[in-house]
């Protein structure tokens, strides 16, 4: 049913490596695209050996199947003269050119956005960078951790007393691309209705600043006071009593919002504790809750909150995800293969296309699948 998705028949040349340029050409290759990576000959792109685990599939990381799925591969060399020419045919007939390098880095290649406009002028350009074009941090290495930690994040989670703490997913990576993925999606609709093409930056930086657009915006509006995070049961920096990550008899719950007096009355809290100011007494409220919880298991707490209306939620970890269901409902696991080496699963395009979730059973490429189209165009 490829030929029913909204993208079949765009044809997109992605340099990109890794990460976050990788995710929003793999959100292009989900929605119909074709797909041609562009990678190092002989070595191709890195993630195909960095490993989450001691786990190989046909050779390659889970890294790189997850991310690279349902796309074709060149292996050139881009320093080769030769093959740089013959990689001008593809870039000429490209819909969409995606590239993550450093600032000037594709310049120097010769596959900069000018240079790719001069020969396709409605091109699609897309680019991520660490921090911006230009600016102090331009020439820092961009990788998921280390813009974390410029950005700010890292003192919104964990408790008061835990110093910085990092998300524990790449997660400027993959907003950079889900917001490249917006801004190509969004060129291709002008493309469609003026007819002309154009170019669309994002860095990591900027998603993680646009990640935090509420506190950040209530920051720099109340005098720049810095949010003071909860010494325990942690979730929010700047929200008052009850939310926050508590543990029970036998577990953890979550809990959102619920009346002080009414969870006082459901788990037992003293009244006096659960009278105080929410936001100016969030700790005491809080440890008093904490104490109370831990008397009984979470199936025990969630029959009575979800009775009274609390919002709250069992704390669930992947196996407790997977036996409640929900993605076997949502459709949000696939399996992917390639050839007899691979097979394995992996998750699925999160959105409905007239009611149908797109599939692609195609695992990641082997390096140079494609090379032919060096000779014969797309």
Same mark, same amino acid.
Not at 30 to 38: E, R
Not at 86 to 102: G, H, I, P, S
Not at 185 to 200: D, E
């Given at each position: ?17 890794? /990460? ?5 050409? /793999? ?14 000959? &002989?070595? &191709? ?30 292996? %050139? ?25 450093? !600032?000037? %880095? ?34 820092? !290495?961009? @990788? ?20 910085? %703490? ?31 093409? &154009? @170019? $669309?930056?994002?860095? /990591? ?9 509420? /506190? ?22 700047? *929200?008052?009593?009850?939310?926050? $990550? ?11 919002? =619920?009346?002080?007096?009414? *969870? ?10 659960? =009278? ?29 909150? $979800? ?13 407790? $995800? ?12 696939? !399996? ?43």
């Amino acid at each position: 049913m490829t030929d029913m998705l909204p993208l079949d028949g765009l044809k997109v040349l992605d340099f990109s490596q890794f /990460l976050a340029g990788p995710y929003c050409a /793999l959100k292009l290759a989900d929605l119909g695209a074709d797909v041609v990576k562009v990678e190092r000959a &002989g070595m &191709g792109d890195l993630s195909r050996y960095l490993y989450l685990t001691d786990t190989k599939i046909g050779g390659e990381s889970t890294i790189f199947h997850a991310i690279n799925r349902n796309k074709r591969s060149l292996a %050139v060399d881009l320093k080769s003269a030769a093959d740089r020419d013959k990689l001008w045919t593809l870039v000429r007939e490209a819909d969409v050119v995606l590239q993550n390098f450093r !600032p000037g %880095v594709m310049e120097r290649l010769g596959f900069g956005y000018e240079a790719v406009k001069a020969v396709n002028p409605t091109v699609v350009y897309g680019t991520v960078t660490g921090y911006g074009s230009d600016g102090p941090w331009v020439d820092l !290495p961009g @990788q998921d951790l280390l813009a974390q930690a410029r950005s700010g994040v890292m003192w919104l989670s964990g408790a008061r007393d835990d110093g910085p %703490v990092a998300m524990g997913l790449p997660i400027a990576d993959v907003l950079a691309g889900a917001s490249l993925t917006q801004g190509v999606l969004a060129l291709l609709y002008r493309r469609a209705m003026k007819g002309i093409g &154009g @170019q $669309v930056e994002t860095s /990591l930086i900027e998603v993680l600043a646009d990640l935090q657009f509420e /506190l950040l915006t209530t920051w720099l509006n109340d005098g720049h006071r810095t949010p003071t995070r909860s010494a325990n049961n942690p979730a929010h920096a700047y *929200l008052a009593a009850p939310y926050g $990550v508590y543990e029970t008899a036998d577990g953890h719950v979550a809990i959102a919002m =619920g009346k002080l007096d009414l *969870l006082a009355q459901i788990t037992g809290l003293d009244p006096e504790i659960a =009278g105080r100011d929410a936001f100016a007494c969030r700790d005491e409220i809080k440890a008093g809750l904490a104490a109370r919880l831990k008397t009984a298991e979470t199936d025990h707490w969630m029959a009575k909150f $979800v009775e009274a209306d609390i919002w709250a939620a069992p704390v669930m970890d992947w196996d407790g $995800v997977v036996e409640s269901g929900v993605l076997q409902t949502l459709e949000m696991v696939q !399996p992917i293969s390639r050839g007899e080496e691979v097979n394995m699963q992996t998750t699925r395009l999160p959105i409905r296309i007239d009611g149908v979730r797109p599939a692609s059973t195609t695992a990641a490429p082997e390096l140079g699948d494609a090379n032919a189209l060096l000779d014969s165009g797309w």
